[in-house]
């Protein structure tokens, strides 16, 4: 690899880190060992072709096009983290992955088991997940935080919400969108 390919390949890297929260290489093989996938299954699960799936994980590929796409990587986190925690099994994470193989995208906020709590109303994880999907599917995190800036000087709480939930981690839209309740 040469240096123009090397550092486009960090430009890509980095892209990710400020659209997704991390490189796309260090995410999907995260959901490779928590699921317990290989790639081309994770490629066959998520809707990408097995070579889309290794130009994005090496850095050749920035951007996944498909907001559906970024939908199912959304889902695949949250169940990646309820296998890690015990509250699915290994027989119902491969049922949940079938199903999230065939949804189209959309709201991820469709009343299935995986969205809500035990009361049926969707978890703060899950809404926080869907705000952070509209708006990364409008704009690129750097240009929500081009916009936060601008707005800023007369919107700061505006200004801080597109910060952190379309640049920012899920842990602090969480804990953003738990200290504005009530």
């Known amino acids: 690899?040469?240096?123009?390919?090397?550092?486009?390949?960090?430009?890509?890297?980095?892209?990710?880190?400020?659209?997704?929260?991390?490189?796309?290489?260090?995410?999907?093989?995260?959901?490779?060992?928590?699921?317990?996938?290989?790639?081309?299954?994770?490629?066959?699960?998520?809707?990408?072709?097995?070579p889309m799936l290794s130009q994005l994980m090496s850095g050749q590929r920035a951007k996944i096009g498909n907001p559906a796409v970024v939908q199912r990587v959304q889902a695949l986190q949250e169940l990646a983290s309820q296998v890690a925690d015990g509250s699915v099994s290994a027989a119902e994470?491969?049922?949940?992955?079938?199903?999230?193989?065939?949804?189209?995208?959309?709201?991820?906020?469709?009343?299935?088991?995986?969205?809500?709590?035990?009361?049926?109303?969707?978890?703060?994880?899950r809404v926080v997940?869907?705000?952070?999907?509209?708006?990364?599917?409008?704009?690129?995190?750097?240009?929500?935080?081009?916009?936060?800036?601008?707005l800023a000087p007369a919107h700061p709480e505006l200004a801080e919400f597109l910060r952190v939930y379309g640049a920012g981690r899920t842990g602090d839209a969480v804990a953003h969108y738990e200290s504005h309740q009530n």
């Open 129 to 150: 997940r869907e705000i952070q999907s509209l708006l990364r599917s409008v704009a690129a995190a750097g240009d929500i935080i081009d916009a936060a800036d601008s």
């Open 1 to 50: 690899m040469d240096a123009a390919q090397q550092e486009a390949t960090a430009r890509a890297r980095e892209l990710q880190r400020s659209w997704y929260g991390e490189p796309l290489g260090a995410l999907f093989r995260r959901l490779i060992d928590d699921l317990g996938l290989n790639q081309a299954r994770l490629a066959a699960v998520l809707g990408l072709s097995a």
């Open 93 to 125: 994470a491969t049922d949940r992955m079938d199903e999230i193989k065939k949804s189209q995208g959309g709201s991820v906020l469709t009343g299935t088991s995986q969205t809500t709590n035990s009361s049926g109303a969707p978890t703060v994880r």
